[in-house]
């Protein structure tokens, strides 16, 4: 699954210094369960299922504060997005049904996660 | 026909495990000429030079290989080994059967194969090989010192009292270097001036050293022991003779509108200035650039005031020429620009400083006379937040790849003389990793955290803003908890990259000195030979060659100081015989050698030459064999195969080949 992650996101976490600019950087970082610096060390580390039920990953903003800032060129934000792709494309998800989109819509949901849903289910 | 004797070298198990050293002497016993082949486990030592030795009498040898590590390593001990034996030392080849063959195999078979292929290239290479004597060149017993900072003096008094004579090339007005703005130091906390200025003084007194303040090399050329150094002395329009330092001018001038470089701009200076108190030499200089009388011809002012009639409006620059035996580069630092770091508002708010600026509002000769005030309202600060590695340790377009090394250490001497001083104010360190290796250094750190209650948060700062109250906020976090930090502040100090000084690449051209991608000096080795460049004659010294503190540049200019003196020691230099020479029957004197030649060592005469029985002058490329560095540029450029390289002609690196794909 790391691998996932990482070929998804062309992303080699392994570059990450463990600095927390990414997460010093933020303007989500409050709402967040897991923090942007913590995705490239759970990635390397495995610990992707922790990922793809994080609240994190629809919190995120995709504003590219951390990729702008991080002095790596790690990339958080692409991580973050690689999981949530990898969320909306998992085949049987039981959390993305049509019906429960609208009660999902909050103002801060990236549109490009709510386009990935419907691209998904116009197959 | 040659006699050649070939040696194959275990090098313990570096390479008798990954290449079968019997198979290997067996395969190159019938080559031709080889009249002698043996392995042995250590070939370099006592015994192995003596089995060479042996060999060479009794097979009455003309030649040998030896097949062993890098001829970087050892060629220059089987030469002397062979020479000892009665051959002429350039009749011996290396066979690098370990860099290039054991180190980098793994399967057993193949590797053999390749060194047998290998030593087939030396041994077709040898039948080739003529005698060769090396020449002889004179040492100008002379070095030159390029910066005066701390490297550059300590080189210069080294050499200097070792009993030759030096000068020392400054670009600036003093000598002392970033030393000279510095207020305490660490690890001990000892005053930089009470440290620094009995050194300056040392150099500008001294029988052997005379500097050159003021003053930037123009050209360079020559070889070790013989270069020939153009420096430009720039006009400061003030006679160094007559001028007493009284700094009456400094303070009458007018023109008080530009900043002061050595207060890091934070306050102005005049147009003719002294930049401190305890400045080598202690002379007055004009900025022409800023100077009322040479814009519109009027004020002269100091002149007037000058009561040693120093000021001289019509002074030129002054160009010397002197020959060296040795150079020293200590060309030093400067601060990395942080303007790029928009998101900690450098350029926006006064009380984001550098930790120069810090070194200089905390000095008695500072701006604020060494009262820690906020630079925005001169008020006296109540938290203090420092980031570390501001613009270290990235691998972005805003970032060095490398560790500044000096910062933790300056950022923990900081907050302690901040809390020592001025208990009542908060200091907070943001910091990626604390690096304090070195003699008392961690112990220094640790001291800053559990004695001055130096608050040390583990995490990056993202942004820094004003806030309503005209304080700034800083917003980091801190990774140990994993918690966002907010933090009302008076200051922030970066503790920002260093990088080589602007204009040392233009320093390195001059030089044929080679460079890294960062722009520091490149030592000939990392480990073996770290005060050296790689081009013969040069030495390194200080913050020129990589970032370190004060006891390091000055073991490193010692070093390099001892390196020079074990040069001007010498009267002659042996030179390779290893230079390029033109067939003059071949050579249609078309200029391309010349402009391939990055040393300069090619020129052309008119030379009457006996064509076949026809006599006639011809243009022909002649090569100084002193400058001549042996690179071989020349040979692959030459349109007519005029050039060749001694001990690399042209037949002999084509027998290589040749064996290699026989
Ligand atoms: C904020 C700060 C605090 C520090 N605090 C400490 C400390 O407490 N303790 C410690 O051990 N170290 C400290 N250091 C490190 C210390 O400053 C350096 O180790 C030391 O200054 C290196 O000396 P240098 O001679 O190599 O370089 P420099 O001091 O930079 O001297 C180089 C000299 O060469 C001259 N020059 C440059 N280019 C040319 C040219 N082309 N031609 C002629 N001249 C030229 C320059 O004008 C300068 O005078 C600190 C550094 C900083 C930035
Ligand atoms: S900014 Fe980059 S290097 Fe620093 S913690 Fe975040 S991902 Fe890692
Ligand atoms: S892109 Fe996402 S993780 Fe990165 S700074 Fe913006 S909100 Fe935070």
Redesign the pocket.
């Known amino acids: 699954m790391s691998e996932d992650i990482i070929a998804i996101s062309g992303i080699n976490p392994r570059q990450c210094m463990k600095c927390g600019k990414c997460s010093a950087t933020c303007p989500a970082f409050e709402e967040m369960d897991i923090h942007p610096h913590q995705f490239a060390s759970m990635v390397v580390e495995g610990r992707i299922d922790e990922l793809l039920a994080s609240e994190s990953i629809w919190k995120c903003l995709s504003c590219f504060a951390c990729v702008e800032r991080c002095p790596r060129s790690v990339e958080p934000a692409k991580l973050i997005e690689a999981v949530r792709v990898s969320v909306l494309r998992e085949r049987g998800g039981s959390f993305l049904s049509p019906d429960e989109i609208p009660a999902k819509l909050d103002p801060e949901l990236p549109s490009q996660a709510i386009a990935a849903a419907f691209r998904k289910y116009r197959k | 026909m040659q006699r050649i004797g070939v040696f194959v070298c275990w090098c313990g198990s570096n390479i008798a495990a990954t290449v079968d050293v019997d198979a290997v002497v067996e395969a190159v016993k019938n080559e031709p000429g080889v009249c002698h082949a043996q392995n042995y486990q250590y070939m370099c030592s006592e015994a192995g030079q003596g089995l060479i030795k042996n060999a060479i009498k009794e097979h009455n040898l003309t030649g040998i290989v030896v097949c062993s590590c890098s001829p970087r390593m050892h060629e220059a001990t089987f030469r002397k080994t062979a020479e000892q034996a009665g051959l002429n030392p350039y009749m011996v080849e290396i066979a690098n059967i370990r860099e290039h063959c054991s180190w980098i195999h793994k399967d057993k078979k193949e590797a053999t194969e390749k060194a047998v292929i290998l030593a087939r290239a030396a041994i077709a290479k040898v039948n080739l090989n003529t005698p060769l004597r090396p020449g002889e060149s004179m040492v100008t017993k002379r070095a030159l010192v ?9 080189s210069a008094l080294d050499i200097a009292d070792a009993g030759y004579p030096v000068d020392i ?4 007005p ?9 207020d ?4 001990t ?1 000892d005053c ?1 001036a009470c440290i620094l200025t009995p050194k300056m003084v040392e150099a500008a007194q001294h029988p052997n050293i005379n500097i050159y303040s003021y ?3 123009e050209a360079v050329t020559g070889f070790v022991g013989n270069f020939d150094v153009k420096i430009k002395k720039k006009a400061r329009f003030v006679d160094e003779k007559k001028c007493t330092g009284c700094a009456v001018c400094t303070a009458k001038c007018p023109s008080r509108k530009g900043g002061n470089e050595f207060n890091c701009n934070l306050d102005n200076r005049g147009a003719i200035y002294i930049p401190f108190a305890q400045a080598v030499p202690n002379v007055a200089c004009i900025d022409s650039t800023r100077c009322i009388h040479f814009k519109t011809g009027k004020c002269g002012i100091c002149e007037k005031s000058c009561s040693a009639g120093a000021v001289n409006f019509d002074q030129k620059d002054e160009i010397i020429e002197q020959k060296y035996g040795a150079i020293v580069v ?6 990395s620009d942080v303007t790029k770091f928009d998101e900690f508002q450098y350029t926006k708010h006064p009380d984001v400083i ?3 600026e ?2 200089r509002i905390m000095n008695a000769a500072g701006p604020t006379k060494g009262t820690l005030l906020r630079m925005s309202n001169k008020e006296h600060p109540k938290d203090i937040v420092f980031i570390q590695c501001v613009g270290s340790r990235g691998n972005t377009c805003r970032d060095k790849t490398y560790c500044s090394k ?2 933790c ?2 950022t923990a ?2 907050a302690m003389l901040i809390r020592e001083k001025y208990p009542d104010v908060n200091v907070h360190v943001f910091y990626i990793d604390v690096r304090t290796p070195g003699k008392n250094f961690d112990e220094f750190y640790r001291r800053a955290v559990e004695q001055y209650n130096v608050d040390y948060i583990k995490g990056m700062v993202g942004k820094v803003w004003e806030n309503e109250e005209g304080r700034l906020t800083v917003q980091g976090v801190d990774l140990l908890s994993n918690r966002r930090i907010m933090l009302d502040t008076d200051m922030v100090v970066l ?2 990259a ?1 990088e080589p ?4 690449r ?2 390195a051209t001059m030089l044929t000195a080679s460079i890294d991608t960062n722009d520091f000096l490149t030592e000939a080795h990392p480990k073996l030979r770290p005060v050296e460049s790689p081009t013969a004659g040069v030495f390194l ?4 060659q990589g ?7 000055v073991s490193q ?1 010692g070093a390099a100081a001892v390196k020079v003196v074990g040069l001007l020691a010498k009267d002659k230099l042996v030179t390779s015989p290893c230079t390029a020479n033109a067939n003059e029957l071949m050579c249609n004197g078309c200029s391309t050698c010349e402009r391939v030649c990055p040393y300069g060592a090619i020129d052309y005469i008119d030379k009457e030459v006996n064509d076949h029985g026809k006599r006639e002058v011809r243009r022909i490329a002649r090569v100084n064999s002193a400058l001549c560095h042996g690179c071989g540029a020349c040979t692959v450029a030459c349109p007519s195969g005029a050039m060749d390289l001694q001990g690399f002609s042209n037949r002999q690196i084509m027998a290589e080949v040749d064996a290699i794909c026989k």
């Not at chain 2, 003093?174 to 510095?182: E, R, V, Y």
């Not at chain 2, 200590?330 to 601060?335: D, H, N, R």
């Not at chain 2, 000084?501 to 040392?504: F, H, K, P, T």
Request: glycine share 14%; hydrophobic share 40%.
């Open positions: 390029i910066g005066g900072g701390i490297a550059g003096i300590q090339v400054e670009k600036s003093t000598i002392g270097g970033k030393m000279a703005q510095l305490k130091t660490f690890p906390l930089a003053s930037e090399v200590a060309t030093g630092f400067q601060i550098t930790s120069l810090l070194e000096i910062c250490m300056y001497k900081h503790a920002a260093i000084s602007e204009g040392v233009n320093i010294s200080g913050v020129c970032p370190k503190d004060i006891p390091e540049t200019a």
